[in-house]
């Protein structure tokens, strides 16, 4: 009886709500599961990504950066930092694995009152081929994002954002924001 019991009372630890407050004063609050791996939590490389998108480093002075702009999250997790972009005015997919999606959508529909572009979950396996996604993204965000700079360096140009640049209290020394941009392509002579 005890065990059957036990397995009926919900662990407060295994679902928990994320707080993440936006500078306008309003919260986005994001669901996250204790058990399932490590895109079930939201991660501080995400807030401060998150945050790094609302200062005006980022966004400059009049309309934000990402307003009308098309964005693609990549392994977005709980989907925060995609979230954040698409409360900015930005369109947004947010993608990670099967696995994930339910997670993605609650979050989505949990704080899609704040939402002034829109925002879609998709299923992206890294490696696989991809048919969904039709054109460019103006914007591709990552966080948490595990890669070999000596592989980028062949198409991309690194700009790494100086910490005082970042939002001024979601910062630390052990978290980078790159900004990387493809190489423009050499005209033949």
Same mark, same amino acid.
């Given at each position: *009886? /005890? %065990? +059957? &019991?036990?397995?009926? #009372?919900?662990?407060?630890?295994?679902?928990?709500?994320?707080? @993440?407050? !936006?500078?306008?004063?309003?919260?986005?609050?994001?669901?996250?599961?204790?058990?399932?791996?490590?895109?079930?939590?939201?991660?501080?490389?995400?807030?401060?990504?998150?945050?790094?998108?609302?200062?005006?480093?980022?966004?400059?002075?009049?309309?934000?950066?990402?307003?009308?702009?098309?964005?693609?999250?990549?392994?977005?997790?709980?989907?925060?930092?995609?979230? *954040? /972009? %698409? +409360? &900015?005015?930005?369109? #947004?997919?947010?993608?990670?694995?099967?696995?994930?999606?339910? @997670?993605? !959508?609650?979050?989505?529909?949990?704080?899609?009152?704040?939402?002034?572009?829109?925002?879609?979950?998709?299923?992206?396996?890294?490696?696989?081929?991809?048919?969904?996604?039709?054109?460019?993204?103006?914007?591709?965000?990552?966080?948490?994002?595990?890669?070999?700079?000596?592989?980028?360096?062949?198409?991309?140009?690194?700009?790494?954002?100086?910490?005082?640049?970042?939002?001024?209290?979601?910062?630390?020394?052990?978290?980078?924001?790159?900004?990387?941009?493809?190489?423009?392509?050499?005209?033949?002579?």
């Amino acid at each position: *009886m /005890a %065990a +059957t &019991l036990e397995s009926s #009372v919900e662990d407060p630890l295994r679902n928990f709500v994320r707080v @993440l407050e !936006k500078r306008d004063g309003t919260v986005l609050r994001l669901q996250q599961n204790g058990s399932g791996g490590v895109g079930c939590v939201v991660w501080d490389a995400a807030i401060v990504l998150s945050k790094y998108l609302e200062t005006p480093g980022f966004s400059g002075d009049g309309a934000h950066a990402l307003s009308r702009r098309s964005v693609l999250e990549l392994g977005s997790g709980t989907g925060a930092v995609g979230l *954040m /972009a %698409a +409360t &900015l005015g930005a369109d #947004v997919v947010v993608t990670d694995l099967e696995e994930l999606q339910d @997670l993605l !959508k609650i979050n989505i529909n949990m704080n899609k009152h704040l939402v002034t572009g829109s925002v879609q979950a998709k299923v992206l396996k890294w490696g696989e081929e991809i048919e969904d996604f039709t054109s460019p993204p103006d914007y591709i965000l990552m966080a948490d994002c595990i890669y070999y700079e000596e592989l980028l360096q062949l198409d991309f140009d690194f700009e790494k954002i100086p910490l005082e640049k970042h939002d001024e209290e979601y910062r630390s020394e052990d978290i980078h924001i790159l900004y990387i941009r493809k190489k423009k392509s050499k005209s033949p002579s």
